[in-house]
Nanobody, 123 residues
Framework: VQLQASGGGSVQAGGSLRLSCAAS?????????VGWFRQAPGKEREFAAA????????YYTDSVKGRFTVSRENAKNAAYLQMNNLRPEDTAVYYC????????????????WGQGTLVTVSS
């Protein structure tokens, strides 16, 4: 399973970005729960959001609720993280990952990881 996150960039506080997670090769991303994680400079990687295989169930960490929306388009073998009202503390490298578990699956049980994309939010 090969995943690649993209869409990062630099924005000012209050701005928006949309991250994409694409699966390549013969990977059927629709078979997996897709999670988004982030790692800020000098900090441990943390969970941000996740969506079940069909998008019917989503899960967010408290700090992004109401600002971030996770979604997916299985027909395009892709998942997304819409990030609105960004804050400087959202600055991090964002990763997408896949698991057979539910959106509440702990980070250590995600088996497949993509390379990260950097999001920088300035005040």
């Amino acid at each position: 399973v090969q995943l690649q996150a993209s869409g990062g960039g630099s924005v000012q506080a209050g701005g928006s970005l949309r991250l994409s997670c694409a699966a390549s090769g013969r990977t059927n991303l629709g078979a997996f729960t897709v999670g988004w994680f982030r790692q800020a400079p000098g900090k441990e990687r943390e969970f941000a959001a996740a969506t079940s295989w069909n998008g019917a169930s989503t899960y967010y960490t408290d700090s992004v609720k109401g600002r971030f929306t996770v979604s997916r388009e299985n027909a395009k073998n892709a998942a997304y993280l819409q990030m609105n009202n960004l804050r400087p503390e959202d600055t991090a490298v964002y990763y997408c990952a896949a698991t057979w578990g539910t959106p509440e699956t702990p980070m250590e049980r995600y088996r497949y990881w993509g390379q990260g994309t950097l999001v920088t939010v300035s005040s």
